[in-house]
């Protein structure tokens, strides 16, 4: 697949910046891998000059490093690292709006971020329209006189639909508001939206980033005054990331490349093979021509990531006994580790909906979803095979 230029011909690359991104140059005797600052407080100089150093204000320098790291992968200013996605994504909104203003938002989103615009934001004043994402008039419809910021998302759980943020981009530039983009199931590896124009681009890094299924993070990404005053609020709310984790997250960033490498190669051998499949009746996968959005997809990313989704013939009692065969695919929510999951959209992502509302969305029953892991691909196939045969 074609490579997207690169805006900058020296910029070292991707998986480069995993490993050194934001380390500062070291001297003899430093250690090779940063050490867990396990502190919250740090001397000060007993005058109250310089900057008060305390972890929760998210200036522990290990913190620090990563979310410097994470800003040169994402192409943007500053980085910031916090303790969930979900804090990212709450700590970016409040920041950027109060009471009386009014978000435009794509309806394809992630359940709890729907439910902090629809449920939680109004009660402090700021309402969301959601729109068609591929409907660039919708969005312009729907925009108010305080509208703030227009927020995005792609690819989308669990039909992995993915929008160009270009156009929007622009709308935002034209009017003087942000675009906000959640990158979670493309990573910095498989798609740059600073590159498209996007101002704050957030992670759950959680998924990929981490992509061991052993931490909890999130970060945010973009220019420097707006990260510094998302890390200010973060600061009252406290929602900071801990030693620990924020190391977690430096250690898997440093493999980030190569996982997704492999995630990539081995979706998409899984995507083929479903397809292929008698008692599969439609695959969801951007590297599929079929796809909706394969020639975007092809077009904007550099991958097409690790996540796969697909209806099994026989409906939801077909999918509940392939789940039950399964040996070495585990069922779980979540997504983004080295171990391949599974997981039905009915009993996770989408369960308050009721199935016909479920159904309008593209996600009958039968619906599951893959987030295909590094294993040998071979095994994951075979077991796939084995449990679909008992459907
Ligand atoms: C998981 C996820 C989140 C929330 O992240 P947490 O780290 O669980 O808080 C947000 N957006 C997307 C797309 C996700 O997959």
């Known amino acids: 697949m074609p490579r997207r230029p690169r805006s900058h011909r020296s910029r070292p690359g991707q998986a480069t910046l995993g490993i050194h991104g934001g380390a500062p140059p070291a001297v003899a005797g430093d250690p090779v891998v940063p050490p867990i600052v396990q502190s919250a407080t740090f001397y000060g100089d007993g005058r109250g000059k310089g900057e008060l150093l305390y972890t929760r204000y998210g200036n522990n320098p290990l913190q620090v490093q990563v979310g410097q790291k994470m800003a040169l992968l994402e192409g943007a200013e500053a980085g910031l690292v916090l303790g969930s996605g979900m804090g990212a994504i709450a700590m970016s909104l409040l920041t950027l709006t109060q009471s009386g203003d009014h978000i435009v938002a794509s309806k394809h989103l992630y359940g709890a971020t729907r439910t902090l615009l629809e449920m939680e934001l109004p009660r402090r004043g ?9 409907e660039g008039r919708e969005w312009r419809q729907a925009l108010r006189k305080r509208t703030r910021l227009l927020y995005l998302e792609a690819p989308t759980n669990p039909t992995l639909r993915v929008f160009d943020p270009e156009p929007l981009a622009q709308l935002a530039k034209e009017l003087g508001i942000l675009l906000v983009m959640d990158s979670t199931f493309a990573t910095p590896i498989n798609f740059r939206p600073m590159d498209l124009g996007v101002d704050l681009v957030i992670h759950s890094a959680t998924k990929y980033l981490g992509g061991h299924s052993d931490l909890v993070a999130g970060t945010v990404c973009g220019p420097a005054e707006v990260v510094e005053e998302i890390a200010h609020t973060m600061r009252l709310y406290g929602p900071s990331v801990d030693p620990n984790t924020v190391w977690l997250l430096d250690r898997g960033l440093r493999t980030l490349e190569v996982r997704v490498a492999r995630h990539n190669e081995n979706a998409m051998a899984v995507a083929a093979f479903l397809a292929d499949h008698d008692a ?13 959005d394969h020639r975007r997809a092809k077009r904007i990313m550099s991958g097409f990531g690790g996540m796969v989704s697909f209806v099994v013939d026989g409906g939801g009692r077909a999918a509940n006994r392939f789940m039950k065969r399964l040996e070495l695919v585990s069922v779980a929510p979540s997504l983004g580790g080295v171990e391949t999951l599974v997981s039905q959209p009915r009993y996770t992502s989408h369960a308050a909906l009721p199935t016909q509302e479920r159904e309008a969305l593209g996600i009958p029953d039968g619906f599951l979803r893959l987030s295909v892991g590094i294993e040998a691909v071979d095994d994951i196939l075979r077991d796939l095979e084995q449990a679909l045969e008992g459907v």
């Open 280 to 292: 599969v009746s439609e695959v969801f996968y951007p590297g599929l021509p079929s796809h909706p």
């Open 126 to 134: 700021v309402t969301t329209t959601f729109v068609d994402p591929a």
